[in-house]
């Protein structure tokens, strides 16, 4: 028998530097599709949220809230989208005024859309100095729904008064614009101020609270009204709005 190479058949063993290649390759081709499938989760998560409602059976009087950040508002547009009522940013702590407030609260009306306005409470500022900022820049008109007080924490805040001092300084807020609107304010503390001061045990004012996509489950007492999406987007304003419900035997008016 003749000596020599003898010819195989089969397959060449793959060279080591191509199989960790190979590898490699496998393994950037399965994190490249995990994350176009991540991304498109997100962007239809995102797509979800910005149109999202509860249903209107459920809860058939529905409205928004609006502030200088979305723009020149197109309130004719606004009511189409389905909004019943608005909510809009007028004045925070002692000094500040949205610069969008006269505006939107003039055309709201002119498009027949009934608004109330949002005082934010600074914890910085005494509250008769607070009351005096809303009294000069909310005017009292039979047809606004009652103010709301927007109740959070602020980074540019960093005290923390007792229960007791914040109750009392509160009380002496609302009772001084109350006497200006001749109607009594909502209540709109978020959870962690909740959480923190309680205010719906020792203040008997209708509540406004606040969770996205589920109803809430804090405040001493049943919620009339329900910021249920922090993220809608709709024909009318730039960004995002908040789209409120009002509890069908609730009343804000």
Same mark, same amino acid.
């Given at each position: 028998?003749a000596t020599?190479?003898i010819?195989?058949g ?11 290649? @190979? ?8 994190? @490249?599709?995990?994350?176009l ?7 239809l ?5 910005a ?15 609006? /502030? ?15 909004a /019943? ?16 407030? *006269?505006?939107?609260?003039r ?7 009934? *608004? ?16 005096a ?10 047809? &606004?729904?009652p ?16 229960? *007791? ?8 807020f ?13 209540? *709109? ?5 909740e ?10 004012r ?7 996509f589920?109803t ?8 009339? &009204? ?8 709709i024909?009318?304003?730039? @960004? ?8 069908? /035997?609730?009343?804000?008016?």
């Amino acid at each position: 028998m003749a000596t020599g190479a003898i010819k195989s058949g089969g397959k060449k063993p793959a060279k080591p530097g191509r199989d960790w290649r @190979g590898a490699l390759l496998r393994l950037l081709k399965r994190i @490249g599709a995990a994350l176009l499938l991540s991304l498109l989760a997100i962007g239809l998560a995102l797509w979800w949220a910005a149109r999202w409602a509860p249903a209107r059976d459920q809860y058939p009087w529905q409205g928004v809230t609006i /502030d200088a950040s979305n723009g020149t508002v197109h309130w004719g547009s606004i009511k189409a989208a389905g909004a /019943d009522f608005a909510y809009i940013a007028a004045t925070s702590g002692a000094d500040r005024v949205d610069p969008a407030f *006269a505006r939107n609260l003039r055309d709201a009306a002119l498009a027949d859309v009934q *608004a109330g306005a949002i005082h934010r409470y600074d914890l910085c500022r005494l509250a008769t100095d607070q009351a005096a900022n809303f009294i000069r820049n909310v005017p009292r008109r039979k047809d &606004m729904f009652p103010a709301a007080i927007w109740l959070d924490f602020d980074d540019r805040c960093p005290d923390r008064p007792t229960r *007791a001092l914040l109750l009392s300084e509160l009380t002496t807020f609302l009772a001084q614009i109350e006497a200006h609107t001749g109607k009594e304010s909502l209540i *709109a503390p978020s959870p962690a101020f909740e959480a923190e001061y309680q205010v719906t045990r020792s203040i008997a004012r209708t509540t406004w609270l606040r969770r996205d996509f589920f109803t809430p489950e804090y405040g001493a007492h049943p919620w009339a &009204m329900w910021q249920a999406n922090d993220y809608m987007r709709i024909a009318g304003a730039d @960004g995002t709005v908040g789209w409120n419900v009002v509890r069908p /035997d609730g009343d804000i008016k």
